[in-house]
């Protein structure tokens, strides 16, 4: 009998690591075009369900839909956790709130460094932590971004108007900051409108700094980012060099990626949830499974460390395109598997729409940073010396 049990257990494994070690084309509609991709047979891999996961309070996954503002989305549905997990509130907040001052701070910038500063849809976590601070919270209620009836967000046109407004600023050196503010706050009142300057919330008239301050009681100071790459020393703080950061923050705390993993783990196991960020566009993140993992046509398990993961960080094979909320944990079939909370379109491909199911291995190669309550790393943090 056990040797039955034995043979079927390694026919079942090897049958489930066969279907990941082919790759293949296939042909899927995505954005309602065929496209034809290279990926693997995900069916037969061993993987958790959604009920599976111990997770956190977050509200049901929202769509981005064609925004470049995932960062925010991410950042904010890990906010309304965080709200819940310190004072047991539950609030749904304005995503495009923050999108619309980023952009104004984008747009600033712009002009102080003369063009020379990035001007994208794009963003990191700690963006919303410097609006939060000088412009507050405020509910999706008071301000959804959605006009005239719309029910799905739409940036592309509002995008492509501001970025040819600065490409003709920076053309002709038009550079007097109020006159550019004022312009492209105009553009984003037009399609996505204005940020109401006070709005009742629960039966009281509040303002955004009030909310965030009497309502959401979010400290922006209590949040830190971590990041793993042999670029800069371990155990100090340094830039985290991509486009979106484009202020180029240098609050990223550098960490080997074992310390990484195991305190991501550690944080999500103790129900700190966590914004991450990296790259998903890779064939193993396959959304009509739900799942995300390396397979092993394109790195072997042993193989993953901090070298070949810096190999790719190195070579952009490996680079900064999504932010995500990681909410929940389990272990199944001898890997960790983390629930996370998307809101990009192939999350809608599967059984469960919104989420994907990330692996252990796809967590140590492919994701870049990520974002914490401070009282989830104490001890880490005094490792510190130039914090």
């Known amino acids: 009998m056990k040797f039955v049990l034995s043979l079927l257990t390694l026919l079942l494994l090897t049958g489930s690591l066969f279907a990941q070690d ?49 960062w925010s989305f991410s950042t904010t549905s890990f906010l309304e956790s965080e709200i819940y997990r310190l004072h047991q509130k539950k609030v749904k907040l304005s995503e495009i709130f923050f999108a619309y001052w980023d952009y104004v701070e984008k747009a600033r910038r712009f002009v102080q460094e003369k063009g020379d500063s990035e001007f994208g849809e794009g963003s990191e976590s700690n963006a919303v932590l410097l609006k939060i601070k000088k412009y507050g919270m405020m509910p999706e209620s008071a301000y959804s971004g ?81 990041m793993s790459t042999l670029k800069y020393p371990f155990y100090t703080k340094a830039e985290y060099e991509a486009p979106d950061n484009y202020w180029h923050s240098k609050d990223y705390h550098n960490v080997p990626l074992d310390v990484f993993y195991n305190t991501i783990k550690s944080n999500i196991t103790n129900h700190y949830s966590m914004v991450i960020g990296g790259d998903v566009s890779e064939p193993g993140k396959y959304g009509w499974e739900d799942i995300a993992i390396i397979v092993p046509w394109d790195l072997p398990q042993n193989a993953i460390n901090q070298n070949s993961r810096e190999f790719r960080i190195y070579n952009h094979t490996t680079q900064d395109d999504h932010g995500i909320h990681l909410l929940g944990f389990t272990h199944k079939d001898d890997h960790d598997w983390f629930l996370i909370k998307d809101s990009g379109s192939s999350s809608r491909y599967g059984k469960y729409s919104g989420y994907y199911f990330f692996r252990d291995d796809f967590i140590k190669l492919k994701m870049l940073t990520f974002m914490v309550h401070k009282d989830a790393v104490k001890e880490l943090l005094k490792k510190f010396k130039n914090d």
């Not at 069916?43 to 369900?49: H, L």
């Not at 977050?58 to 503002?69: L, R």
């Not at 719309?150 to 003709?168: I, Q, V, W």
């Not at 009281?204 to 949040?223: L, S, T």
């Open 22 to 70: 082919k790759a293949e084309y296939q042909k899927k509609f995505i954005w309602d075009r065929e496209r034809t991709i290279l990926t693997g047979d995900f069916s037969k891999i061993p993987k958790p369900d959604l009920g599976d996961f111990e997770r956190v309070f977050a509200f049901p996954p929202t769509h981005q839909d064609t925004t470049g503002t995932c």
């Open 146 to 226: 959605l006009l005239n009836g719309a029910t799905r967000h739409n940036h592309g046109p509002m995008f492509k108007e501001m970025n040819d407004y600065l490409t003709f600023v920076k053309n002709h050196g038009y550079w007097d900051e109020k006159i550019v503010i004022t312009s492209i706050r105009a553009i984003m009142d037009k399609y996505i409108g204005h940020p109401p300057e006070t709005f009742v919330y629960e039966g009281r008239v509040y303002n955004a700094k009030d909310f965030r301050d009497n309502v959401c009681e979010i400290n922006p100071d209590d949040y830190v980012g971590f």
